[in-house]
């Protein structure tokens, strides 16, 4: 029989950032918070979005998204909620005891995510 009490395992911050990361990407919806990108951004861009605290076995995350308009927000916002929750715990075995949505914007389907303008210009302006 084998001694468990040989070494140990850890899961690090970035790795729990990342999951999180590709969770909310893979959700519909959900716009990119950077000028230029069609979609919300994986990879090393995508930790200024997502911020997670590692205690112990305990995670709590915190998900700044861009809604699509016309997508219902609050019904997104769980879907990130949701999907977070279960990716992480299932993919790390950490317990998930919070994740906090926060909305930062909505932009148009049509235009240019990076208008950061926050307000959108009149087509008959144009």
Avoid at 40 to 58: A, C, I, L, P, S
Avoid at 62 to 77: D, E, F, H, Q
Wanted: charged share 30%; no cysteine.
């Amino acid at each position: 029989m084998a001694d468990l009490d040989k070494g140990s395992v850890g899961i690090s911050r970035e790795v729990v950032t990342a999951i999180a990361g590709i969770a909310i990407s893979e959700i519909d919806g959900i716009a990119s918070l950077r000028p230029g990108d069609t979609a919300f951004r994986r990879g090393e861009g995508m930790k200024r979005y997502v911020d997670t605290n590692v205690d112990g076995d305990v995670v709590a995350v915190t998900a700044r998204i861009t809604v699509v308009y016309g997508y219902p927000i609050l019904k997104i916002a769980k879907q990130v909620q949701a999907r977070i929750k279960s990716e992480i715990e299932r993919m790390t075995g950490l317990r998930v005891s919070a994740v906090n949505v926060d909305v930062q914007k909505i932009v148009k389907p049509e235009s240019p995510v990076g208008d950061q303008s926050g307000e959108w210009e009149d087509e008959d302006e144009a």
